[in-house]
T-cell receptor
């Protein structure tokens, strides 16, 4: 089935650790996105990528890093510089530069600092 | 500033009612608008995408309308069922240069349909 797969579903991070969240899509979409969701707040864009080997900062990129070495994959690393990383992280993909830019989402990764 | 607002924030209705969720946006120059559903602890499921040139889209019991001139979209759910209980999110792609593919999100409407 076509779709977006995020892993793991739950992730626990100790203080000072870097952790990497996985996002894979088989929809042949050019663009991929990472969002953070906190209670009572709208989705906030962390990073997005329009094409392989290119990515742009979103609204809250500090403390995060990404790579886009393959069209299908867009991993997000939460670094120790992110002071409040506990949140629900959502990955999405869509076409870019076409009329239909419908976005599709993965099932999310819940990150908790312990 | 381009913003998206959803009203009401929460809604509780008895099963079988027809209901309307509202989404308003501050700039009529949009590329498209998308409605999503989110169940607790889950990702987002795309419900309907309306292009800027369209007035409405329908899928099963769902109908979404778009009025760009007034900056509003409504999601109509017919004959609501307990399984419709979820948070409904509205997202707008404004037609800007450069970052015009970014989605701007509302905070959502939390819907509870009671048996």
């Amino acid at each position: 089935d076509g779709g977006i797969t995020q892993s793991p579903k739950y992730l626990f991070r100790k203080e000072g650790q870097n952790v990497t969240l996985s996002c894979e899509q088989n929809l042949n979409h050019d663009a991929m996105y990472w969002y953070r969701q906190d209670p009572g707040q709208g989705l906030r864009l962390i990073y997005y990528s329009q094409i392989v080997n290119d990515f742009q900062k979103g609204d809250i990129a500090e403390g995060y890093s990404v790579s886009r070495e393959k069209k299908e994959s867009f991993p997000l690393t939460v670094t120790s510089a992110q002071k409040n990383p506990t949140a629900f992280y959502l990955c999405a993909s869509s076409n870019w530069g076409q009329m239909n830019t419908e976005a599709f989402f993965g099932q999310g990764t819940r990150l908790t600092v312990v | 500033k381009q913003e998206v607002t959803q009203i009401p924030a929460a809604l509780s209705v008895p099963e079988g009612e027809n209901l309307v969720l509202n989404c308003s946006f501050t700039d009529s120059a949009i590329y498209n608008l998308q409605w999503f559903r989110q169940d607790p602890g889950k990702g987002l499921t795309s419900l309907l995408l309306i292009q800027s040139s369209q007035r409405e889209q329908t899928s099963g019991r769902l109908n979404a309308s778009l009025d760009k001139s007034s900056g509003r979209s409504t999601l109509y759910i017919a004959a609501s069922q307990p399984g419709d209980s979820a948070t409904y999110l509205c997202a707008v792609r404004f037609n800007n240069a450069g970052n015009n593919r970014k989605l701007i999100w509302g905070l959502g409407t939390s819907l509870a349909v009671n048996p």
